[in-house]
């Protein structure tokens, strides 16, 4: 590990705020070292935390936290925040079961004032503390740290557009690295990005380094030269600045571009914002992977990895010996592509994690990234539909929670042909229970012409894409993170008919009614049970004629699920059995009424009794209860 003297006597700001201004550069570095030697054992996130680096040192150093609020929008560029404030020798847990979370947590440290996971929530919540703190009269300053491509998404507009227009103190930070995990894209980065205000500021600065000594030696020469350059600023900065006569009309006061590593004038360019009155925008421009050769050459492939030697970076890949469900989607959609030329694909820039790098070098002129915009991509895909063409959505099921307004109002009323590929569905692991697709079945089951599919292998994966796409109506299919049970691929484009299950195991007394990921461990328990275990593959329509058949032939019946309990396949179960009048033992398993943590899915699956295990022990348990009634 590299030494670090300074960083070592840090473990609270009140701590770094008491060094001399002169020694943050030392302290950034051997923060930076730091975060280097902590990734590198743990994994996690981090191209965006080199880039925040000495912008959270700046913070820290002029405001006075925790009594001064700093919102992180995502948040996977808070580690430095959390090292700096009393979590250093936590680090070594990041991410993992019981240790620390991989964003700001409310409950993990009073220092992390808002918690997060998705973007673009930075401006209106800090408003809503500034405007709490406003009302209470305690003179506390609100900072939302907003970059990575959040800025693109509506909710960050609708923010500014509110505190824009309100009398209060507030400071929105757009770090401006041009990227999020993949480059920025859409109009608004390109408008931040322009080069004449970045390159004739540049040029200002190279000159005036390069010839104050010589107009040193000229009478009134510097004088004149500083009004010159003074001018080429009003020049640039007076309206013909983009992101200046943008922020401006939104009703802050504008101030940047400031180079965000350069953390002496970071901090004096804060201490002058800290002390302004009304709504501010401070426009820092940082990169992404700053101060590390490798990420900085890659920031994409280095914004999330796994533990790695850092003086070779992460180790390529062995490709897994089962494709995960990312990578059959993924090739699938190269595949119904090249059958159907009206397929076109959509992601809310989530292009590598979805599975759309090879279908994008494929079909260049089919694949729209639209930026970090769920409703957008929704709207947009309906909008595609109503023309004939047949928009694939490609989406993780938290981000789709996002988006569930234009699901119903824009989709499924209009009952328009919409896929969506609904990825990270169940337990996600590291992540955590913000990016947990918990809750994907409960709230798609209840919406009309809705088809709600649930492959339980890679082959089935592929089977149900097939048939949900061929379908003339809104459609889902979700699937897990990680790899399936290695089923073989056909690589086929074969359909099966909607709404009908499969009995994947013939019992006794039991049936095991599985959705899903959920098939293979009932499978495991069932061997022990000697249960029935049925595929269902369709959460809507439900395979009645399946159900009543298990329901006539068996004494008790347990679904299991990897979605919350509440409202999700189970309860449709329960549902058909009601309207068909029969009165059985049902036990529903599921995620509990909980929220859920972050660690090795495996580990969480098993407390949630969702593995062959805990299925099998939940179902004897409760089978051994029914026995005594």
């Known amino acids: 590990m590299n030494p670090t003297p300074l960083l070592d006597t840090i473990n609270l700001p009140q701590d770094l705020r008491r060094l001399d201004k002169q020694q943050l550069p030392q302290l950034s570095d051997e923060l930076r070292a730091f975060l280097l030697d902590s990734v590198c054992r743990t994994g996690g996130h981090f191209a965006s935390n080199l880039g925040a680096v000495e912008l959270t040192v700046a913070l820290h150093y002029v405001y006075h936290t925790p009594e001064d609020h700093l919102v992180w929008d995502v948040g996977h560029q808070s580690y430095p925040h959390k090292i700096l404030t009393g979590r250093r020798a936590r680090m070594d847990s990041m991410r993992q079961y019981g240790g620390l979370a991989g964003f700001p947590k409310r409950s993990e440290s009073e220092y992390d004032d808002f918690g997060v996971g998705h973007s673009s929530t930075s401006i209106g919540a800090a408003l809503g503390m500034a405007v709490a703190d406003k009302l209470a009269g305690n003179g506390r300053r609100s900072v939302a740290i907003i970059g990575d491509g959040a800025m693109t998404a509506g909710q960050a507009f609708e923010a500014l557009n509110n505190a824009g227009d309100m009398d209060v103190d507030l400071l929105v930070i757009l770090n401006d690295n041009e990227m999020s995990i993949s480059p920025n894209v859409g109009a608004l980065p390109k408008y931040l990005a322009s080069n004449v205000v970045r390159d004739v500021k540049g040029l200002v600065k190279s000159f005036k380094q390069k010839s104050e000594k010589l107009l040193d030696m000229l009478p009134g020469a ?187 109002h824009d989709v499924a009323l209009q009952n328009l042909p919409v896929l969506f590929a609904i990825d990270r569905a169940g337990i996600v692991g ?78 006794e007394t039991v049936a095991l009614v599985a959705f899903g990921s959920m098939v293979a461990p009932a499978l495991q328990a069932a061997e022990a049970l000697n249960a029935s275990v049925a595929d269902m593959r369709f959460v809507k329509p439900l395979d009645e004629d399946l159900l009543l058949q298990l329901a006539a032939t068996h004494d008790y019946l347990v679904t299991v699920e990897e979605n919350s309990i509440q409202g999700g396949a189970g309860s449709a179960v329960l549902e058909a059995l009601a309207k068909h009048g029969i009165t059985k033992p049902v036990l529903l398993l599921g995620i509990a009424d909980t929220v859920t943590e972050h660690g090795d899915p495996a580990k969480l699956l098993a407390d949630l009794g969702l593995n062959a295990e805990g299925i099998r022990t939940q179902a004897e348990q409760w089978l051994a209860a029914q026995a005594t009634v």
């Not at 010996?321 to 595949?335: C, E, H, M, N």
């Not at 889902?476 to 056909?490: D, E, I, K, N």
């Open 222 to 408: 510097l004088d004149m030269a500083q009004r010159v350059e003074n001018k080429i600023k009003h020049m640039v900065d007076d309206g013909t600045q983009p992101s200046l006569s943008l922020f401006n009309n939104f009703g802050f006061s504008y101030s940047g571009p400031v180079d965000g590593h350069d953390v002496l004038k970071l901090t004096e360019v804060l201490q002058d914002m800290r002390s302004r009155k009304g709504p501010q925008l401070l426009h820092i421009i940082t990169k992404k992977g700053q101060g590390y050769k490798l990420a900085e050459n890659d920031p994409v492939g280095f914004h999330a990895v796994g533990k790695f030697d850092p003086c070779q970076g992460p180790a390529k890949a062995a490709a897994p010996a089962k494709p995960t469900y990312t990578q059959v989607f993924g090739q699938w959609l190269i595949d119904q592509a090249k059958a159907d030329p009206k397929l076109v694909a959509i992601t809310p820039a989530m292009r590598e994690g979805s599975g759309l790098v090879a279908f994008e070098q494929a079909f260049p002129e089919r694949y729209f990234d639209v930026g970090i915009a769920e409703q957008h991509a929704v709207t947009f895909a309906a909008g595609l539909a109503c023309e004939g063409a047949k928009p694939v959505v490609a989406i993780y099921s938290t981000f789709l929670q996002r988006a569930y307004d234009q699901l119903i």
């Open 430 to 507: 590291a992540d955590g229970p913000t990016h947990a697709g918990a809750y994907d079945l409960s709230f798609l089951r209840c919406i009309p012409n809705l088809v709600v599919a649930t492959p339980s292998d890679e082959a089935e994966c592929r089977l149900l894409l097939s048939t949900c796409h061929a379908l003339n109506q809104p459609a889902a299919v979700r699937y897990p993170r990680g790899s399936g049970t290695g089923a073989a691929l056909s690589g086929s484009l074969d359909t099966v008919a909607v709404g009908k299950g499969v009995l994947r195991r013939q019992g």
